[in-house]
T-cell receptor
Framework: RKEVEQDPGPFNVPEGATVAFNCTYS??????FFWYRQDCRKEPKLLMS???SGNEDGRFTAQLNRASQYISLLIRDSKLSDSATYLC?????????????FGTGTRLTVIP | GAGVSQSPSNKVTEKGKDVELRCDPI?????LYWYRQSLGQGLEFLIY????????KSGLPSDRFSAERTGGSVSTLTIQRTQQEDSAVYLC????????????FGPGTRLTVT
């Protein structure tokens, strides 16, 4: 089983739609969680960290469910510019570069 | 300020040749990471440098891969006797310290081994 698993998609949604991605992780001792965004043929960029209490940044909401070992990303009012691949990242114990695991990403296409 | 830079942006090489990939981290970032991303795959951790400590080489896939970081800044990833399966995008990232997931990535070097 992979440390981090994501539905690869693609998710094709119309502008203005709400879309949600889930990511599951295998290690219950995982301690920090992130969503990165990667545009086609570009480098990943941090979108947001995921806190235990859930957090929101504009149209984006991230949540963590430790009991079920998944994190989610909700995008409201989708824009064309949201089209990208969204990577789930999990840092497992002990925190370290070799304990940071990236999912393969979920591809989102927002359609006019 | 300037972000992480990498060179070359693209490299095509023949099987069996050696290649060097360069990374310039963000000034003041003590931690530097190398990853590899193959088509349709997640990022694969290769090696990590933190300040003057010995690097964490646990992710290097074979002894053909090595990396150096000179003066705590610029890093070079060397792949000897390249194989076709080495073809991938090699990404470098830096962070202020061992910051877990809070990393800043460079644009990557796309390596193609023919």
């Amino acid at each position: 089983r992979k440390e981090v698993e994501q539905d690869p998609g693609p998710f094709n949604v119309p502008e203005g739609a709400t879309v949600a991605f889930n990511c599951t992780y295998s290690n219950s001792a995982s301690q920090s969680f992130f969503w990165y965004r990667q545009d086609c043929r570009k480098e990943p960029k941090l979108l947001m960290s995921v806190y235990s209490s859930g957090n929101e940044d504009g149209r984006f909401t991230a949540q963590l469910n430790r009991a079920s070992q998944y994190i989610s990303l909700l995008i409201r009012d989708s824009k064309l510019s949201d089209s990208a691949t969204y990577l789930c990242v999990v840092n497992m114990r002990p925190a370290g570069a070799n304990n940071l695991f990236f999912g393969t990403g979920t591809r989102l296409t927002v359609i006019p | 300020g300037a972000g992480v830079s990498q060179s070359p942006s693209n490299k095509v090489t023949e099987k069996g040749k050696d290649v060097e990939l360069r990374c310039d981290p963000i000034s003041g970032h003590t931690a530097l990471y190398w990853y590899r991303q193959s088509l349709g795959q997640g990022l694969e951790f290769l090696i990590y440098f933190q300040g003057n400590s010995a690097p964490d080489k646990s992710g290097l896939p074979s002894d053909r891969f090595s990396a150096e970081r000179t003066g705590g800044s610029v890093s070079t990833l060397t792949i000897q006797r390249t194989q076709q399966e080495d073809s991938a995008v090699y990404l470098c990232a830096s962070s202020k310290r061992l910051a877990g997931g809070l990393q800043y990535f460079g644009p990557g070097t796309r390596l193609t081994v023919t």
